[in-house]
């Protein structure tokens, strides 16, 4: 199976920036997989906010586009979000996520592997 590991959570105030990263490793790993990052605040549902493609083809929610930047590292098995312009809405646990598809989705039932989370918190 696939193993995801987040880092780079943490405590900024609003305006800030952060980067997220997720390592993959395990048997099924490939850099073919398609690649997403999800959130979920306290008493909402988990939402989608970015994914990129085998291609390097990316989707954001719209409430992040031209804020946030998804991109991967296939050397490096590692997914990243960069975070700027960050808002207190913004304030949520972010979770990495890999599908065994190529291609982009924004559904969080299209994904088969998931991190365990990272919780980032926006001070206004």
């Known amino acids: 199976q696939v193993q995801l590991v987040e880092s780079g959570g943490g405590l900024v105030q609003a305006g800030g920036s952060l980067r997220l990263s997720c390592a993959a490793s395990?048997?099924?790993?490939?850099?073919?997989?398609?690649m997403g990052w999800f959130r979920q605040a306290p008493g909402k549902e988990r939402e989608f906010v970015a994914a990129?493609?085998?291609?390097?083809?990316?989707s954001y929610a719209g409430s992040v586009k031209d804020r946030f930047t998804i991109s991967r590292d296939n050397a490096k098995n590692t997914v990243y979000l960069q975070m700027n312009s960050l808002k207190p809405d913004d304030t949520a646990v972010y979770y990495c996520a890999a599908s065994l598809s190529s291609w982009l989705s924004r559904y969080t039932n299209d994904y088969n592997y998931w991190g365990q989370g990272t919780q980032v918190t926006v001070s206004s």
């Open positions: 395990g048997r099924t790993f490939s850099s073919n997989n398609a």
């Open positions: 990129v493609a085998w291609t390097g083809n990316t």
